[in-house]
């Protein structure tokens, strides 16, 4: 939406906290000894960092090689509406580029990653939705370990989150369900401003109840329907693991020392002659790639925070990998572990369009500078209006395959089970499209599908054995035959879903290559030209039975054949059927607390 070329004003709503120790240069660290390691201050990192400091005996120390999330630029990553310009090309991304996909066409895809305290979670499209029940029980069955199944796990969500007052103060009932929200510190919220559409979204779950019903809370473990979306949202800001987590941790604690502008290169081994594996308490960091390296060591843990492409590629640099591909770049295997960084599960997203009969879309804003100052200038004043909305969408949907699909009897069923779906939509009021042109004239009705169980898999493999180069990353986007015929199901499942009464006369006609995805050929074709990661690679250190030789981690989320190294991130999951935040804050408020009783 290339938004930010409007603001000229710096809107003076940054997160403020006194720090207890934030440093940018690793010389002024007081000690190199510490209880914790943290890598990565990101969505994960800092619900650890902040779990962990509770205990005032603890010291911790956190490395972010990203930015602070403070200063003139971070309105970018704050305002509700600005929510697709904080990530590709910006100070607080990685900037990362996929590898050539062979089922788009070759395409290359930006890969957006956050670079800022409190990660992805910064920079992220801020939809909230937790998955199904089914999704929790079948990792604590992939895991052996019960702990991780819904019932289980779901105190920690009630930990993790509370929702609030939408920004427009509206009445919420009938929007959500209040008793599966808790009192934790990430606020989440509904819409805070409503959109020509809403209605019609609404009026088509009536019309096509059987095939689109209503769901009054996706969070509450059955996401199938058509709900209101949920964001993470408070006081008409982006609520992060930084501002939830870190920000009142550093406040309040004189016990977490954060490391901001400097790049966790590898682990270190440790003597540990008690131990029966190589013990890694060791941590080595820089800030450039040729910059000196500093070390420190932890005497609990090492907790890798880094993400899904950050963390496979710390490990891999630290010799625990595939032997063979380590080799080829010189690296020694300390422990052979194939599968650090393979089995990538991400999310293809590309979106259709339509022009519409309004002028009440929000391409009436973003093509018109006057429309646009005046809507920001009422957000900075008040805090309301289109600014304090997430520009994503008013309303998702998630759906499956019907169980007649001869797509199930060919391949068999991916998801988690019958409440997990295949596929999901996002009902935009304007323009959005991930590969096309945008239009300087005109409105639009556009809807998102995304593909939320696909059965490609990816990986993350080094370029090379420098730290400071970018990883291969290959998301495998729509690689496999099930993957591309649900996407072809999902676009035929869209056009019955617009050809409800409610949308005659508000559409027009297909915009651009829209027009072509009529056939099923036409529409595969159009999705190979347009799918992008929704950005939610997860499963490159995946959690799998202790005993088991696949995965990279066990129940507990140690790396297996290694001492004193814990991840906690997305790289754990497996996989699911959502958009991961919500999963990734509940593993991690639950990895606290087995980190905590393991001491
Ligand atoms: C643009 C975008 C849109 C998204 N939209 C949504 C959405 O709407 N809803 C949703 O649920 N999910 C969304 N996601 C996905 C979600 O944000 C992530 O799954 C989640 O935040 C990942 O959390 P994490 O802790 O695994 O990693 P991150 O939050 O990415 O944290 C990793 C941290 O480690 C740091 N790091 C990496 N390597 C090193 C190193 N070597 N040394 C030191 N630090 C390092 C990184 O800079 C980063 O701060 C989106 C992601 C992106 C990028």
Request: proline share 5%.
């Amino acid at each position: 939406m290339e938004l930010v070329k409007f603001i000229v004003v710096g809107l003076g709503l940054t997160a403020k906290y006194t720090l207890a120790a934030l440093l940018t240069d690793p010389r002024h660290l007081p000690q190199t000894q510490w209880d914790y390691i943290v890598v990565g201050a990101g969505t994960a990192g800092c619900v650890v960092a902040n779990r962990l400091s509770e205990n005032p005996k603890v010291k911790i120390l956190v490395i972010e090689a990203g930015v602070q999330n403070t200063g003139p630029d971070a309105s970018a990553i704050e305002v509700p509406f600005l929510v697709a310009e904080a990530s590709s090309g910006t100070t607080f991304d990685w900037n990362y580029t996929t590898t050539p996909q062979a089922a788009l066409n070759n395409r290359t895809t930006a890969y957006p990653r956050g670079f800022v305290l409190g990660g992805s979670s910064s920079t992220n499209y801020m939809a909230f939705t937790r998955g199904s029940s089914e999704e929790y029980n079948r990792l604590a069955s992939i895991s052996g370990d019960s702990g991780w199944s819904w019932r289980k796990i779901f105190p920690y969500a009630l930990k993790n989150e509370k929702h609030v007052a939408s920004a427009d103060n509206h009445k919420t009932t009938g929007e959500y369900n209040p008793s599966v929200h808790g009192n934790g510190p990430l606020l989440t919220s509904l819409p805070g401003t409503s959109t020509d559409i809403d209605n019609r979204v609404l009026e088509t779950t009536k019309e096509l109840h059987s095939e689109f019903p209503f769901n009054l809370d996706m969070n509450a473990g059955n996401p199938l329907g058509v709900g209101w979306l949920q964001s993470t949202i408070g006081n008409s800001v982006r609520s992060s693991s930084a501002t939830a987590y870190l920000s009142p941790a550093l406040a309040n604690r004189s016990n977490i020392n954060l490391l901001t502008n400097t790049r966790v290169t590898r682990l270190i081994k440790t003597n540990n002659l008690s131990s029966r594996f190589p013990t890694f308490l060791g941590v080595e960091f820089a800030q450039t790639a040729s910059g000196p390296r500093f070390t420190a060591t932890a005497r609990e843990e090492v907790i890798l925070s880094a993400g899904s492409i950050g963390t496979p590629q710390i490990l891999m640099l630290s010799g625990i990998g595939d032997q063979t591909k380590l080799s080829k770049l010189g690296i020694k295997t300390a422990v052979n572990l194939p599968d650090v960084g393979m089995n990538m599960q991400d999310h293809p997203f590309f979106a259709l369009q339509w022009s519409v009969n309004s002028t009440k879309t929000f391409d009436s804003i973003v093509n018109n500078a006057t429309a646009f100052s005046d809507a920001f200038a009422q957000y900075e004043a008040t805090g309301q209006g289109i600014f304090a909305n997430n520009a994503i969408a008013n309303h998702i949907g998630f759906f499956r395959l019907a169980e007649s699909s001869g797509i199930l009897k060919q391949f068999g069923d991916p998801t988690a089970g019958p409440h997990s779906p295949h596929y999901e939509f996002a009902f935009i009021n304007g323009f959005y499209g991930t590969t096309q042109t945008e239009p300087t004239t005109g409105n639009y009705f556009s809807a998102a599908v995304i593909l939320v169980s696909p059965t490609s898999r990816g990986s993350v493999t080094l370029a090379s054995d420098s730290p400071f180069d970018h990883p291969l990353i290959d998301p495998a986007l729509l690689a496999t035959s099930f993957d591309q015929q649900v996407v072809v199901e999902a676009v035929e499942a869209l056009q019955r879903f617009i050809s409800a009464s409610p949308w005659k006369g508000y559409i027009k006609a297909p915009y651009g290559g829209s027009a072509n995805a009529t056939t099923r050929d036409g529409i595969l074709e159009y999705a190979r030209n347009s799918v992008i990661s929704i950005r939610h690679p997860m499963g490159t250190a995946a959690m799998s039975q202790t005993r088991a030789r696949a995965g990279v981690v066990d129940a507990h989320l140690l790396v297996k054949g290694v001492e004193g190294v814990r991840i906690v991130d997305a790289s754990v999951i497996p996989g699911i059927a959502a958009h991961p935040q919500a999963a990734v804050y509940i593993i991690a408020e639950r990895a606290a607390d087995l980190i905590k009783a393991a001491r």
